[in-house]
């Protein structure tokens, strides 16, 4: 049974399976880099349309159409880049100036504990309920 294969099929743990594992995760980084292209280069969008509302301000303006162009250059990076060239490029910045790769990921995990945290009622406090006075039954006398 060369390579693991049984029957004439490859196991689980043949190269088949690796390969098809392989093609399968490759497929999927690079829909989901072509998302998050897609999603940078409507963010572009969004402010090259906020600064065309502000015609009376053409320095204000302007520097909008800088943003909008900067973002347009990272939606072109990330679709051009493969994601180990991305992956090694966000590792060395990590290596270089690790306290502010740590005050990032601390600020989008609070982010995301924000975003995915679900609105809860918060109880009222005993002391500042609203008690009614008649409570208590009076007795008729």
């Not at 995301?112 to 005993?126: G, K, S």
Request: aromatic content about 6%; glycine content about 6%; some cysteine.
């Amino acid at each position: 049974m060369p390579n693991g294969a049984q029957n004439g099929r490859p196991s689980a743990a043949g190269p088949g399976f690796a390969d098809a594992l392989r093609d399968q995760t490759q497929g999927y980084i690079e829909k989901r880099k072509a998302d998050a292209a897609r999603l940078v280069s409507d963010v572009g969008g969004a402010i090259r349309d906020t600064g065309a509302s502000f015609d009376a301000l053409p320095q204000l303006k302007e520097v909008f159409e800088q943003a909008a162009l900067c973002v347009d250059e990272l939606a072109e990076t990330i679709s051009r880049r493969s994601f180990g060239e991305m992956y090694d490029e966000v590792h060395a910045a990590v290596r270089r100036r690790p306290a502010l790769a740590t005050a990032a990921a601390a600020l989008a995990a609070f982010a995301l504990f924000r975003a995915l945290r679900t609105p809860e009622v918060r109880p009222v406090p005993r002391s500042r309920a609203v008690v009614p006075v008649d409570v208590l039954p009076t007795p008729d006398v």
